[in-house]
């Protein structure tokens, strides 16, 4: 009985070491730095619409393109598949439409275009949770 206590004390103590020891490599702040890439999309994304409404096209493409380097970074590739990859692609294009729209002035041009990059954002989140279940 003595034996298997000491024996299971050690067990959960070597659990912890390399518990830690793991968490380490893994570079906590790393996963900051990436969710906090990840979150920078956002600001950009709500100043579109707010360009949109005001009628402001260099507004909407700056913040497009502002989005469009956070994809270039290399943060954004946090997922290493062919799908991400895709989803990226497709997520660009939706981008360089919208930038297209906002050269040629075209105020509905530019709203179905942000609608479409919306899409997107939405798409590509519900493939990462759906690849987590
Ligand atoms: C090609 C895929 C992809 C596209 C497109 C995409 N994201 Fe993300 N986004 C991610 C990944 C991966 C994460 C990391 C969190 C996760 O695993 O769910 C994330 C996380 C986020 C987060 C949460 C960050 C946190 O604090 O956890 C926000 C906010 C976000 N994205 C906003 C956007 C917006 C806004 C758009 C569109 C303008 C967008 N994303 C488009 C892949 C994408």
Known sequence: MRIKTVALFSMIALVVVVGSVWSIN???GDKVTKAA????????????????TLGDFQAVRKNAEQIRLLTLDESWM????????QQTKNFE????LLNRMCDEKDIEGVTLAYMQV?????????RMR???K
Request: glycine content about 2%; proline content about 5%; aromatic content about 2%.
């Open 37 to 52: 890439i990840m979150r920078l999309k956002l600001e950009p994304a709500k100043k579109i619409l707010e360009g949109i």
């Open 130 to 132: 759906d690849l987590r």
């Open 26 to 28: 893994q570079e906590p």
């Open 93 to 96: 294009r939706s981008l360089n």
């Open 118 to 126: 919306t899409m997107r954002c939405v798409e590509c989140h519900q």
């Open 78 to 85: 946090l997922v290493q598949t062919d799908d991400y990859r």
